[in-house]
């Protein structure tokens, strides 16, 4: 049984940075009640978020720190299991996800959906929906197990009745049968390449008992040609590579050259064309000005006459050296495309010696296959051939032992994953305990004087009859009949819960059920089933209704909201 012991929290929601801590374990009975709005359903919420990491209403994750703070938002929880307790920290600004078992700090290695994944199944051992079903009944976001639809009935049922290991032993048989599919599929494959194998192997020696002197004559001649080819290929493939080796030393140094000359006679291009421009420059001084941009002083008519015919033989003498720069460089580079050509035959020419060495190479294997033939068709020893032969068969004989057993595994897994499914062993253990709930349902729909015949059928399907035995739908009843389905299936819950000891836990909560739709004979009957539950049970409501409820309970817990921060009153 999980008991709860204490929730405390601060920045949450409406509270500020002072800590709220709820006492959850000394009294039986709380009541909790405060005007709208003043944080009384916030522990819900609290609550909710540090056991699932999700408030219990719909609330966004960056609307759960409190707006004015917006930092520090720490929900602790503390409970026990057996002898184990354990003490939970989730918080915002900054991200805090902590479990302590004995107050020793759970291994974090693993990704925050996996720790809380290990929280749900390994410690709670119930998720959030049925955390809403069996822990709180409340009017903001709850749906009741009448308006769950199919899948989802299913998972809390489960939860109830602890089958949910069904699930994943499920999901581990089905991780195994594709190891058994796939063990099948590459014992076949090695199969078919040994049967192949043996095939080859046992033509093979067929071949070399059948082989005569005629055949060994036929064979050493067959090696003698295969000799003289592969030995013209062998001095085709020598005197391309020594061609080469000269070729590529030469073409090698007059591509070198080539280069130099022309990193050269591009320079001197370019030191043309600077000389050019500069001459060009001064020559317009000589041409448009008539005194010196630097001294300013007035330049002779006859000087600037004679220099700029000085400039003119001057830039003449570097165009014709550009010129010829231009003219070598244009030569220079068909020479290079002459030379590149000659480095593309170098490549081919080598490609080709490479392409003769692999047919020797190719040949020479073949006149290696063909003398260790007639080596041992002379000696007329084929042990070795049949003692290879026996190794492949009786490697065959195990692969086909093992793929049989295999295929045996394959089959027992899959009656197992039968069993596994909705429909086996689940769905059994549910048919054995319907009788229970069904009963259990019936006896606290009496309490609540609806006297309707309530039974739930092997795929969770209800069926409701009145005592004329006319037939109900859940939304055919009023809000207030609803109310008492919804509070019956919650205790029959929890009633299935303590007998299998799965979901089993000593706190109920109740959000403003005596405020919604009940009655006052309802609201009697709602409070004379609390007073019979056991001693261990925690009964938290939360309510508007001071002036009925006062003095019921033994603890009284008012919220109030001074200056925009919740703040929490206790009184016994």
């Excluded at 037939?471 to 509070?487: H, V």
Aim: hydrophobic content about 35%; some cysteine; proline content about 2%.
């Amino acid at each position: 049984m999980i008991k709860f012991k204490h929730i405390e929290f601060r920045n949450f929601l409406s509270t500020g940075d002072t800590p709220t801590r709820i006492d959850l374990a000394s009294a039986r009975t709380t009541l909790v009640v405060g005007s709208n709005g003043s944080g009384k359903s916030t522990m819900l919420d609290a609550m909710s978020f540090a056991l699932f990491g999700k408030p219990h209403r719909n609330i966004t994750k960056s609307q759960i720190p409190n707006t004015i703070n917006q930092k520090d938002c720490v929900v602790e929880i503390e409970f026990s299991i057996e002898n184990s307790v354990y003490n939970i920290r989730r918080g915002i600004n900054p991200n805090l996800f902590e479990i302590r078992l004995n107050g020793n700090l759970l291994n974090q290695e693993s990704h925050s959906r996996d720790y809380q994944k290990m929280l749900e199944t390994n410690i709670l051992k119930l998720n959030h929906k049925s955390f809403r079903q069996v822990v709180v009944l409340g009017s903001s976001n709850f749906i009741p197990f009448m308006q769950l639809a199919a899948a989802a009935r299913r998972e809390v049922i489960e939860d109830l009745l602890d089958i949910r290991v069904f699930a994943k032993m499920s999901a581990l048989v089905k991780e195994h049968q594709i190891k058994l599919r796939d063990g099948i599929r590459d014992i076949d494959s090695s199969l078919v390449s040994l049967k192949d194998r043996i095939t080859l192997q046992t033509r093979h020696i067929k071949q070399l008992r059948e082989l005569d002197g005629q055949k060994i004559a036929e064979t050493r001649v067959e090696i003698d040609e295969l000799g003289a080819e592969s030995k013209k290929f062998n001095d085709a493939s020598l005197k391309l590579l020594e061609d080469h080796d000269a070729n590529r030393e030469r073409v090698s140094k007059e591509f070198k050259k080539l280069r130099d000359d022309a990193t050269m006679l591009t320079t001197a291009k370019l030191e043309a064309s600077h000389k050019l421009s500069e001459l060009a420059k001064q020559g317009k001084i000589y041409q448009d000005e008539s005194a010196c941009p630097t001294c300013e002083q007035k330049i002779d008519e006859e000087f600037k006459k004679r220099r700029f015919q000085e400039l003119q033989v001057s830039a003449d003498k570097l165009k014709g050296a550009l010129d010829f720069a231009n003219d070598m460089l244009s030569k220079n580079k068909e020479q290079m495309q002459i030379v590149e050509a000659s480095w593309g035959e170098l490549i081919d020419q080598k490609r080709q010696g490479d392409i003769f060495d692999l047919r020797r190479q190719g040949i020479e294997k073949q006149i290696a296959k063909l003398s260790e033939k007639l080596q041992i068709s002379q000696k007329g020893d084929f042990s070795k051939g049949e003692a290879e032969l026996a190794i492949m068969v009786n490697d065959a004989d195990e692969l086909t032992r093992k793929r049989s057993k295999t295929v045996e595994d394959r089959t027992y897994n899959e009656a197992i994953s039968e069993m596994l499914k909705d429909t086996g062993i689940k769905t059994k253990v549910i048919r054995q305990y319907l009788p229970v709930m069904n009963r259990l349902i019936n006896t606290y729909l009496d309490v609540f004087d609806l006297f309707v015949a309530f039974h739930l059928d092997d795929a969770l399907n209800e069926t409701l009859r009145s005592r004329h035995r006319d037939k109900f739908t859940y939304p055919s009843f009023s809000e207030g009949e609803k109310a008492r389905i919804d509070l019956a299936l919650l205790f029959a819950w929890r009633e299935v819960a303590r007998m299998r000891n799965s979901v089993n836990t000593n706190l109920l909560v109740l959000d403003e059920v005596f405020d919604s739709s009940l009655d006052v004979e309802g609201a009697e009957s709602l409070q004379k089933i609390l007073r019979t539950l056991d001693e261990d049970t925690r009964v938290v409501v939360i309510t508007h209704k001071t002036d009925v409820l006062e003095g019921e309970f033994e603890r009284k817990i008012e919220f109030r909201k001074p200056n925009n921060f919740s703040q929490m009153c206790v009184s016994c």
